[in-house]
């Protein structure tokens, strides 16, 4: 059902809870659409976008009737892929976060702890082992 008010009401209470929010939507479409509509509802906050970064993807099978193996193979959208670095490093960050996400993005995380741990804190001025600091952090995150 459109035009029935749920955006607006959902805006509302985000807004009077003043905390970061996440808002699951059913499907990637219908995730696009209340993330264009929180966008414009909290132009000051960090609206980001939290869906499945598979353009395409098949799960690897077997058919028995004909003892077929199908392997897995997948399509991975790096500008979506992008948009969930960015909520993830907003929630880290901000208190006025609002994740639009769609249900199936929220499988298969991985542990928040772990993702922290990977985390290289640099500031301006600080001396560095490249070689150590990198590679301790498993991954690199540059905070200005």
């Known amino acids: 059902m459109t035009g029935s008010g749920k955006t607006f009401t959902i805006?509302?209470?985000?807004?009077?809870?003043?905390?970061?929010?996440?808002?699951?939507?059913?499907?990637?479409?219908?995730?696009?659409?209340?993330?264009?509509?929180?966008?414009?509802?909290?132009?000051e906050n960090a609206v980001e976008y939290f869906v499945s970064y598979y353009?395409?993807?098949?799960?690897?099978?077997?058919?028995?009737?004909?003892?077929?193996f199908i392997e897995k193979d997948a399509s991975v959208n790096e500008h979506i892929e992008q948009m969930r670095l960015s909520a993830?490093?907003?929630?880290?960050?901000?208190?006025?976060?609002?994740?639009?996400?769609?249900?199936?993005?929220i499988y298969g995380l991985g542990d928040p702890d772990l993702y922290l741990k990977m985390m290289l804190h640099l500031t301006?001025?600080?001396l560095i082992d490249q070689?150590?600091?990198f590679a301790s952090a498993g991954g690199i995150a540059i905070h200005p």
């Open 88 to 105: 993830t490093k907003a929630l880290l960050e901000r208190r006025d976060v609002v994740v639009v996400a769609s249900v199936s993005a």
């Open 124 to 126: 301006v001025g600080m």
């Open 11 to 43: 805006a509302n209470v985000i807004a009077d809870l003043q905390r970061p929010t996440m808002v699951l939507a059913p499907n990637k479409t219908l995730a696009a659409q209340l993330y264009g509509e929180m966008k414009e509802f909290f132009p």
């Open 55 to 68: 353009d395409y993807y098949q799960p690897e099978a077997y058919v028995p009737s004909s003892d077929t």
């Open 131 to 133: 070689a150590r600091d």
